[in-house]
């Protein structure tokens, strides 16, 4: 996702142009300026995103990385702050209202 926005394209219109192709998604945030950014406090739409792939029925992998400043220096931070972004802010939206440990991501 912000490798689309870096490129220069919308990354949810990309992905509802492209969704009969997707079966892995890549989840990398991104500051307006072209920084990347901590998992969250960007401008990727990560939560429509994920609302969208969840009612078009996906079943694949969503895979959260962050290649920010703070995540270069503090790698173990950044891991535990992706999987509370993953756990609080899309699970929910991936399961319908349930954090089921991820088992419908």
Known sequence: VGHV???GMEPLVTVKT???RIDHIHFKDIHEDGRWAATGEGVAEFRLITAFLA???YRGW???EDECA???Q???A???HNADFARQALMPIATGGST???ADL
């Open 62 to 64: 969503i895979v959260l």
């Open 18 to 20: 492209y969704r009969d």
């Open 74 to 76: 503090e790698p173990d």
């Open 78 to 80: 950044a891991a535990r």
């Open 70 to 72: 703070g995540a270069e």
């Open 5 to 7: 926005a870096a490129g």
């Open 55 to 57: 009612e078009t029925g």
């Open 100 to 102: 089921r440990n991820g």
